[in-house]
């Protein structure tokens, strides 16, 4: 008896093993969900948008959309680092709000994303939104001091470590996490996932050293980013807090909710 009960034990520990190592060896995979569809020309989703396209540090040429400001101009432009899922055609609400309320928006997508050549990592993205930046100040001729940061989810770390390189006139986090592995932890409990991770995202350390002004939006129903590391991000940047109440993590309310808007427009 106690040689079958060792021998199915080894099982169990042999087949944990297997499933650590997947999850090791594809976690990538698991965190970055670009959507597999073509993105449509700029302008048959927002009149008046169009395509551009910039290169990275690396040798890369990522794909977005430039959308210019209707009515009454601010002078001001958002660049946008969206999150960990879908590509630019699913912000496009967000650009249509506040390009109305006078703001132009760069909409771009990551590495692996949208169309774009190469495959999603930290390193990568930095690169990414080093590039984003690069191509708003250098080619558009945006003043730096007046663009606007408004990162996604994941996206707040890339605006936030830009922030520290690059000071805004505004840094605006969304559903902004401490840091990555502590969302693993949460999502995989019984891992340990702050020793199994290769990015890490450092949102709340990199906040501490920004000099802009911030402002930290979330839901306070959010399943998937808890308010308290929201809350956490916005105490460590000494941020302005905007609670959207009701709201989860991927709720209209987040992507162009009046509240929401509002915030970008007068950070």
């Known amino acids: 008896m106690w040689r079958s009960w060792l021998i199915g034990l080894g099982w169990l520990a042999a087949v944990a093993l297997l499933l650590v190592s997947l ?67 699913l912000r496009a609400p967000l650009a249509r709000a506040l390009a109305a309320r006078g703001l132009s928006v760069l909409l771009f997508d990551y590495r692996g994303f949208g169309g774009n050549p190469g495959s999603p990592s930290e390193e990568g993205l930095t690169q ?7 191509f708003l100040v250098g080619e558009l001729g945006v003043p730096p001091d007046r663009l606007r940061y408004y990162g996604e989810s994941l996206g707040c770390s890339l605006v936030a470590k830009l922030a520290t390189e690059q000071p805004p006139a505004a840094l605006i986090l969304r559903s902004p996490f401490v840091d990555l592995p502590s969302i693993g932890e949460l999502q995989y409990p019984f891992l340990p996932v702050r020793s199994m991770m290769w990015d890490r995202y450092p949102v709340a350390d990199d906040v501490r050293r920004v000099t802009a002004p911030i402002v930290v939006v979330y839901g306070d129903a959010d399943s998937i980013v808890p308010p308290e590391q929201s809350i956490e991000v916005a105490a460590a940047g000494r941020a302005r807090a905007v609670p959207v109440h009701g709201a989860d993590h991927n709720d209209r309310s987040l992507l162009d909710g009046p509240q929401l808007i509002d915030t970008v427009v007068t950070p």
Do not use: C, E
């Open 128 to 134: 990414d939104i080093r590039a984003a930046h690069r």
């Open 23 to 89: 999850l090791y060896a594809f976690q990538r995979k698991v965190i970055y969900l670009p959507t597999a569809d073509v993105v449509p020309a700029a302008a048959t989703v927002l009149p008046g948008a169009r395509d551009v396209a910039f290169d990275t540090a690396d040798g890369l040429r990522l794909g977005g959309w430039f959308v210019p400001a209707r009515g009454q101009d601010t002078g001001f432009t958002v660049l946008v680092a969206p999150g960990n899922a879908g590509d630019r055609s």
